[in-house]
């Protein structure tokens, strides 16, 4: 606490490492520095640890990776006592595992919740960087970590007269802890990605009427979920040492990966047969798991993109809804993929509109709902599913400053500027955990972020050890990394869309590929190449 006859100076409380965040990411840096025998103070907006699972409540919200592989997988115990209890997990379920596993392991002491980072600035005369919080106290530590996540900075379009609406409106990344009770109500959603496409069958099934206001159609893969039998959680428990290293070696951290063939190969009919089989089993793996070339090569690509195509006609009874949800023009997973369940037949039910707002555009919101250049559509709950500000967006808010006073912001106005998404050049001892130029968001969220915490607590070891003060990327070694990182994206179709993976979705946003997409095992190797070799690309003094 800061004590009120003492300078801020003296107020100034010392310390190893400062991290910034209670979800996966925060939760395993405080028990991993904490193993090393840093002293540590770690930060938390919300009342609670949880991150990702503690902000989006909205209805339906549930992981797209399977439960057993979503979970930490550095305590072997951990792993045998805890049961999940579907393939997929809800996000009642992970909150709820994230909260036994900050008891189990007493991490919560580590935290100050209801706490914001406001600014952190490194101070080159003493090596340390000062962290400053929205309570007005102020931290001193050699280390600043960021486990802020990476879809963390809700993003609600500007809108005209967003604040006239006369209703209640939410996004769905910062969801009331209440229930929101849709019974009886007119609901609006606007968004259809991940989230709009998880929460829509869910408020369809109580909202009086739910109107969609869809700008790009999305594609959509069942999801399945099934709840997980006795006898599949001990099939699961006795191999989970081989499935998690699997998943470490995997392209996307999953415990699946790409064919050997390529569907060009193929007969038609045989791929065709294949799809058909995979989209039975649902989930990731029926694009992931399957010929490589369905991401990466447009005439394979096809043949996914109109399998799920016929498979909208085939559910949604309106040939004309059908038709406005079927997406054209760009390939299919080059935006992040949903995983669904019952998206595509909520539509045929008699309470659901869709509109499409390329042919009847959204003009402002009113008093009494949303104004299209046909309508007002009447509502009394308005949901903003319309995404997040990505990867940089929850460091950009922060007040980050580095040598010379320099912000990061600025640094990065014309894009992310990184070395392997870890660390920025002019941020000496300040770590991202899934950080721009890094696998991120294009593999499983929890085997991302244990590859990096494990690394960065090697690394600071590595650095006590040999008596090291200062690590930061090297000039070369930076800019390589990100002319790597663009190359890598600039092959593949992923670019070929306006998506949140490019910035696209944030107005002024510099169009430029955020994630790493060499493959998750391939970009582990790497690090650990560049760890081998003393660290090769950072300059340690
Ligand atoms: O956000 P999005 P999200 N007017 O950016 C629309 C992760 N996630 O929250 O495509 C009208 O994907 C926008 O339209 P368009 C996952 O990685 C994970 O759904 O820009 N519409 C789009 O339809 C995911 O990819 C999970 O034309 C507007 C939607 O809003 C990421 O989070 C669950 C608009 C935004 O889609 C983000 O997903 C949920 C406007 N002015 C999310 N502005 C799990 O694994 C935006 N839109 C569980």
Not at 17 to 29: D, E, R, T
Request: aromatic residues 12%.
């Amino acid at each position: 606490m800061t004590h009120p006859n003492k300078s801020a100076k003296e107020n100034t409380e010392h310390i190893d490492a400062a991290v910034i965040g209670a979800g996966f990411a925060g939760l395993y840096a405080v028990y991993k520095l904490r193993e090393l025998g840093l002293t540590l103070r770690a930060f938390e907006k919300g009342t609670d640890v949880g991150g990702t699972w503690y902000w989006n409540r909205y209805p339906g919200a549930s992981s797209d990776s399977e439960s057993w592989v979503y979970s930490f997988s550095f305590s072997e115990e951990l792993e045998q006592d805890w049961t999940w209890s579907k393939r997929f997990p809800e996000q009642p379920e992970i909150l709820h595992y994230l909260q036994h596993v900050a008891d189990r392991f007493d991490l919560r002491t580590a935290f100050q919740f209801e706490t914001s980072v406001t600014n952190a600035a490194y101070d080159e005369s003493t090596n340390r960087w000062l962290v400053t919080t929205d309570r007005g106290e102020r931290f001193s530590a050699t280390y600043l970590v960021t486990a802020v996540g990476c879809l963390s900075a809700a993003q609600v379009p500007d809108i005209s007269g967003r604040e006239k609406f006369q209703g209640l409106s939410y996004h769905t990344g910062e969801w009331p802890h209440e229930t929101i009770d849709f019974n009886g109500k007119r609901v609006g959603v606007i968004g259809t990605g991940s989230s709009g496409i998880q929460a829509i069958p869910v408020i369809a099934k109580t909202a009086k009427h739910l109107t969609v206001f869809q700008r790009t159609p999305n594609f959509s893969v069942p999801s399945r979920n099934t709840a997980l039998s006795a006898e599949r959680v001990g099939e699961i428990k006795r191999n989970i040492k081989d499935i998690r290293e699997f998943c470490r070696w995997s392209t996307i951290g999953q415990p699946y990966d790409f064919k050997q063939e390529e569907a060009l190969q193929l007969k038609p009919e045989a791929v065709e047969e294949q799809l058909e089989s995979d989209w039975q089993k649902g989930g990731f793996e029926w694009m992931f798991g399957s010929y490589s070339d369905l991401v990466f090569n447009k005439e394979a690509n096809d043949l996914a993109a109109d399998f799920v195509r016929n498979k909208i006609r085939s559910v949604v009874s309106d040939p004309k809804t059908a038709e406005r949800l079927i997406p054209q023009g760009y390939p299919i997973a080059s935006k992040r993929l949903p995983l669904d369940q019952g998206y595509f037949e909520t539509f045929n039910r008699d309470n659901v509109t869709l509109v499409d707002l390329r042919e009847t555009p959204i003009e402002s919101i009113v008093e009494r709902g949303v104004q299209t250049n046909e309508t007002v559509h009447e509502l009394d709950v308005l949901v903003f599913a319309t995404g997040f500000d990505a990867l940089t967006g929850p460091l950009t808010r922060i007040d980050i400053r580095g040598r010379d006073g320099q912000s990061l912001k600025e640094k990065w106005s014309h894009g992310p500027s990184t070395y392997l998404g870890v660390a920025s050049r002019g941020f000496p001892n300040m770590f991202m955990i899934t950080g721009p130029g890094s696998p991120s968001v294009l593999g499983n969220m929890p085997t991302s972020i244990e590859q990096h915490v494990d690394w960065i607590c090697d690394c600071i070891t590595h650095m006590r050890e040999a008596g090291t003060t200062t690590i930061e990327p090297d000039a070369k070694a930076e800019e390589t990394w990100g002319a790597h990182v663009q190359e890598l994206a600039n092959d593949t179709l992923f670019v070929q869309v306006d998506s949140w993976y490019l910035g696209a979705n944030i107005p002024g946003k510099p169009r430029v590929f955020l994630p790493y997409i060499g493959g998750f095992g391939a970009y582990r190797t790497l690090c650990n190449k560049v760890a081998e070799k003393g660290y090769e690309g950072f300059a340690l003094n």
